[in-house]
């Protein structure tokens, strides 16, 4: 039967604990996610529904973060899907869907790739959802966005701000 001192020992013989018995390791989790605001305009109601062309829809989507406290960042995806046609705007809605991001023990490098890649393709389909239920709900067919490679918008900005800071002109922040 081991004593109380054997079972300290075999604690800090952890290699993921430092010499004084923390924790080391990387460690990333979602937090929490949720809907930090929601904007649905129709302005022309109820004309709009009597219009028989094929709106044009536009989606703007852009992602930010922020550090909040020790370990936890808040990483925002903001989405804006617009639909016009020739007599005017059928609808307009803004979404500005967040997640608390905990990091700890993570190299900056990794650290910026999960915020602005990994942390957006969780939260996306969550924000898909309440956009497409949003512009059903506005009275129109619900808007289906279609999957978004995160990773690869990632790895195209790094390219471009690499070209950028290149020809010597300042690096783009946040965007994908």
């Known amino acids: 039967m ?3 001192n054997d079972v300290l020992t075999d604690l800090n013989m952890d290699p993921a604990a430092g010499a004084n018995g923390a924790d080391n390791r990387p460690t990333v989790g979602l937090l929490n996610q949720y809907i930090k605001d929601l904007s649905v305009e129709n302005p022309n ?3 709009s529904y009597q219009w028989n062309e094929q709106p044009r829809v536009d989606v703007q989507v852009n992602i930010a973060a922020e550090k909040v406290a020790d370990d936890v960042h808040e990483v925002e995806l903001k989405v804006t899907a617009r639909a016009d046609g020739s007599q ?3 609808y307009l ?3 500005a869907y967040a997640g608390l991001v ?4 993570v190299p900056e490098d990794a650290t910026h790739a999960f915020l602005f890649a990994e942390t957006p393709r ?3 389909p969550f924000a898909r959802a309440i956009i497409s239920d949003a512009v059903r709900d506005a009275g129109f067919p619900p808007l289906l966005l279609d999957p978004m490679d995160f990773g690869a918008l990632y ?5 471009a701000r690499a070209a950028q800071q290149g020809e010597g002109a300042p690096a783009p922040t946040g965007n994908a």
Not at 102 to 105: D, E, F, K, L, T
Not at 155 to 159: A, D, G, I, P, R
């Open 2 to 4: 081991a004593d109380e």
């Open 155 to 159: 790895q195209q900005q790094l390219q």
């Open 102 to 105: 905990g990091i700890r023990n």
């Open 88 to 90: 005017g705007n059928l």
């Open 122 to 124: 969780l939260l996306f």
């Open 93 to 95: 809605v803004e979404l």
């Open 45 to 47: 109601a109820p004309k």
